[in-house]
């Protein structure tokens, strides 16, 4: 609990105070340190994809509460008011106008389509749950494999670092040695050359680290050029995981397993759905109609109608066979994609297990490397000091040196992000344990007690929040307001264009009208 409240204050410091704007210029960007926990909190608090699915969730909850108050009583009033002819006003007690008023209640006794829809929205909302929470299980994967993105990038450049560093001191040593005359002038150009090629891959590490650490800053919710201070290397956690295991757990707790699965399910609704069409409805309703001379007088008539009506389409010339044909059609659709999206999760463990058990492997096999690498430079930096080597021995060595570091953290970087992505096929839960949320919905219980028996974390975030809500409000009210106000300014501008044209027309009409005068005025005195 304290430590939401930590990440939600980080959250909104980094958000509401990153950038101090000023008249042309911007301040420089504010550093924050991170771990990987904090950075997985933060996507999940502010990344927009997940905002997204909450507002899909809500749109779900409220077209089952649509279907469901659809079974409850409506009541509907009338009013009119109607001139009578004469031979009705007479009728009437001679006067022509009259009141009419009727208020029905009405309740649905049987409508097999209303029943289906229901059961088909409730799939629907079980669906939008688990594909949050699958939408969940991407973005904590998303911002782990770019957090260790910047780690690799951060390892790579003291990788360049060291072999500029190495370059360097090796030049340093040749044009040592030219200058007394014992090596010739090609191995300095050599070694420049090796020089500059290693500070340009320097070069483009950095650059590599700086739009990982942009990519980051986008996932979680931060300015794109905010410094990120992470105190933290990449490592070689043990696991003790086999393929039949992690398989069988995915099986039973891939939320978009499910959420194809609920898919089955709201096609199945749909069968019911289109066979509606066979069944009759039944509805009940009782009505008060009452009529008289005066609003809501009762001097004319005072009437209650009670009953039930039913309908029933007995011929429909085959449009219900082919509507249920058509939703079996999508059953099996939805039923191939099931077992499809089964493989799919089997193919997603196996491979992310193949290659986090590579990497592992790797990670032994460049560690010897990067000893014997530099071992090797050692060997060749002495024997060139001592005449007996070359310029290119020294290169060479240098340059393996440089490959073998490269591939250990590569290899460490592939091991934690394959770890990761095992854990993302897996299912691992973010919010909702999948597998008992399923069971509880079998069981037949209420969509809270569903949610709370599936809950891993106190604090889960499964609908829209009433900020989230009254935020989105807000927003469409500015943007409403904001496209009135270009409205208004291009009407204005428009009008004051309008204006001046008027008044240069009439300029231009003041100044023909006067010149026909003075030409005759001046004919006048030409004459006299």
């Known amino acids: 609990?304290?430590?939401?409240?930590?990440?939600?204050?980080?959250?909104?410091?980094?958000?509401?105070?990153?950038?101090?704007?000023?008249?042309?210029?911007?301040?420089?960007?504010?550093?924050?340190?991170?771990?990987?926990?904090?950075?997985?909190?933060?996507?999940?608090?502010?990344?927009?994809?997940?905002?997204?699915?909450?507002?899909?969730?809500?749109?779900?909850?409220?077209?089952?509460?649509?279907?469901?108050?659809?079974?409850?009583?409506?009541?509907?009033?009338?009013?009119?008011?109607?001139?009578?002819?004469?031979?009705?006003?007479?009728?009437?007690?001679?006067?022509?106008?009259?009141?009419?008023?009727?208020?029905?209640?009405?309740?649905?006794?049987?409508?097999?389509?209303?029943?289906?829809?229901?059961?088909?929205?409730?799939?629907?909302?079980?669906?939008?749950?688990?594909?949050?929470?699958n939408t969940k299980q991407a973005i904590r994967y998303q911002a782990t494999a770019d957090y260790y993105n910047i780690l690799n990038y951060k390892n790579q450049i003291k990788v360049q670092e060291d072999t500029v560093r190495a370059y360097q001191e090796h030049l340093d040593n040749v044009n040592a040695q030219y200058r007394v005359g014992t090596v010739a002038k090609s191995d300095v150009l050599s070694s420049q050359v090796n020089l500059a090629n290693a500070q340009q891959a320097l070069t483009n590490a950095q650059n590599n680290y700086d739009i990982a650490v942009a990519t980051l800053n986008n996932v979680i919710g931060l300015p794109t050029d905010t410094v990120l201070e992470i105190d933290d290397e990449l490592k070689h956690p043990s696991y003790n995981l086999n393929l039949e295991d992690c398989t069988n757990y995915a099986l039973n707790n891939r939320a978009d397993g499910a959420a194809a699965y609920y898919a089955v399910k709201q096609a199945e609704a749909g069968i019911n759905k289109a066979k509606s069409g066979w069944y009759p409805t039944v509805t009940a309703s009782a009505t008060k109609s009452i009529e008289g001379g005066n609003e809501f007088g009762t001097d004319h008539s005072n009437v209650w109608y009670f009953g039930a009506t039913a309908n029933w389409n007995v011929f429909d010339n085959g449009a219900t066979s082919a509507s249920v044909n058509s939703a079996e059609a999508t059953l099996a659709k939805a039923q191939e994609t099931l077992h499809a999206q089964d493989e799919t999760i089997q193919l997603d463990v196996r491979t992310a297990l193949l290659n986090l058990q590579a990497a592992e492997k790797n990670i032994a096999t460049t560690e010897t490397a990067v000893a014997q690498a530099e071992e090797d430079l050692k060997i060749a930096h002495v024997r060139y000091s001592a005449g007996v080597g070359t310029n290119l021995d020294v290169m060479d060595a240098t340059e393996k040196m440089t490959t073998a570091r490269t591939n250990y953290n590569a290899a460490l970087y592939s091991y934690n992000v394959n770890k990761a992505a095992l854990d993302k096929a897996m299912g691992i839960p973010v919010d909702i344990d999948v597998a008992k949320y399923k069971a509880s919905q079998m069981e037949g219980n209420r969509l809270k007690k569903v949610r709370e028996d599936a809950k891993v974390t106190e604090n889960a975030v499964l609908e829209l929040t009433p900020e989230a809500k009254k935020a989105s409000k807000n927003e469409a009210k500015a943007m409403r307001k904001a496209e009135r106000d270009v409205r208004n300014a291009a009407k204005a501008k428009n009008n004051e264009e309008n204006r001046v044209t008027e008044t240069e027309q009439r300029e231009e009409s003041d100044t023909a009208s006067e010149k026909p005068a003075s030409t005759e005025a001046v004919a006048n005195e030409m004459a006299q």
Do not use: C
Not at 109 to 121: D, Q
């Open 1 to 133: 609990m304290k430590k939401q409240r930590v990440y939600k204050k980080l959250t909104a410091l980094v958000l509401g105070g990153l950038l101090t704007i000023s008249t042309g210029s911007v301040s420089a960007a504010n550093t924050v340190q991170l771990n990987l926990n904090d950075a997985v909190q933060m996507a999940l608090e502010n990344n927009r994809t997940i905002k997204g699915a909450l507002a899909d969730v809500d749109v779900a909850k409220w077209n089952l509460s649509n279907y469901r108050r659809q079974t409850g009583v409506t009541l509907s009033v009338s009013s009119a008011v109607n001139h009578a002819n004469d031979t009705l006003a007479i009728s009437h007690g001679g006067d022509n106008t009259y009141y009419t008023n009727g208020a029905t209640a009405s309740i649905p006794l049987y409508n097999f389509s209303l029943r289906s829809g229901i059961e088909a929205a409730g799939y629907a909302l079980n669906s939008a749950d688990v594909t949050l929470e």
